[in-house]
């Protein structure tokens, strides 16, 4: 602990918020809480509230308040964030910590200075704002601050980040508002399409998770699948194969690739043949899609691997960051 409080790195995503402690995490819950609307209450918050999904009686709504990687509801996301940073700190704390919050790279001021407010009203002494390809990068450990080009895409559960940084700053950068939220979209769209069947996003995302991948694999992996019927509404079963999850989201994972190429086209030559030399690291919960690395690969011809921990090196690195401010300062949004 410092001198006056914690420092925590704290990566509000769409689907998953993280809080980091000095290179440890503390907290990794679903961003999402079930509210009374009768009362305007949030009654639980992260798995909890997830566990409720589909259970509870119609008052109590179970929602997510951020969207595609921004705050889509001020006053839930912020109820949240104070909820668990007090799951860190303690209640009675008597000292403020200090916060380093991941935002998407290309959001607006407006998106910025809402997440800024938020964890500033949690009760926090400083907060500092960083991109959340910048926190990857330092997460996985990438040589940030040499004068050479590294290549980190974030694949998250709203959008796709594509960035390539040196000296400590991020050279040039491009956002896909597409995540894995939407891979589970199209899978569900799928199934209605040819099977009639209509399942939910949680069960498409089972299916992506068990059986799904970018690429088609050699062994078929199956799973039957649970839906309503689209006539009838009656319940039912179908079998679905990795062969069809992979049809299913090619077109999503296009539009996603499209953050990537736009980056790699606006690449400065010399930092470009860098990248061409290390090719790019894949982040975020995305980067656990079977065959992500080659399909990235294939797609824009440069080499793309997994981070170690694709899931918490950007609150790793946010929480590093708070150690290295001196050399970051300048390249952190201002609000
Ligand atoms: N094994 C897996 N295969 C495919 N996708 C996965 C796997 N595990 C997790 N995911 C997906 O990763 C996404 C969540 O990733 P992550 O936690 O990085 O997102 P986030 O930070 O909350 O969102 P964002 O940064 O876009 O706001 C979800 O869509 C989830 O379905
Ligand atoms: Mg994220």
Known sequence: MGLFGKELGIDLGTVNILICENGKVVLHEPTIAAVDIEMMKIVETGQAARDMEGRVPEMIQVMRPMRSGVIADFEITYEMLRYFVEKVTGSTRLF?????????????????????????????????????????????????????????????????QAAVLSMAGIVVADTARLGGL????????????????????????????????????????SMEVQGQDQVTGLPRTVVIETSEVVEAIQETLQLQVVAVRNVLERTPPELASDIIDRGMVICGGGALLRGIDKWLTR?????????????????????????????????????
């Open 96 to 160: 403020k910590p200090k916060l380093m919050v991941t935002v998407p790279y290309g959001v607006t001021s407006v998106e910025s200075r809402a997440v800024h407010e938020a964890a500033l009203q949690v009760g926090s002494r400083e907060v500092y704002l960083i991109q959340e390809p910048m926190a990857a990068a330092i997460g996985v450990g990438l040589p940030i601050s040499t004068p050479s080009g590294n290549l980190v895409v974030v694949m998250g559960g709203g959008v796709t």
């Open 182 to 221: 939407d891979l589970d979209d199209a899978i569900a769209t799928y199934i209605r399409k040819k099977y009639g069947l209509v399942i939910g996003q949680r069960t498409a995302e089972v299916v992506k998770i068990r059986i799904g991948s970018a690429i088609p694999q050699e062994e078929e992996k």
């Open 299 to 335: 797609e824009t011809g440069v080499a793309a691997y997994l981070a170690e921990e694709p899931v918490t090196c950007n609150v790793i690195g946010a929480s590093r960051a708070l150690t290295m401010l001196d050399r970051l300062k300048r390249s952190l949004p201002v609000v």
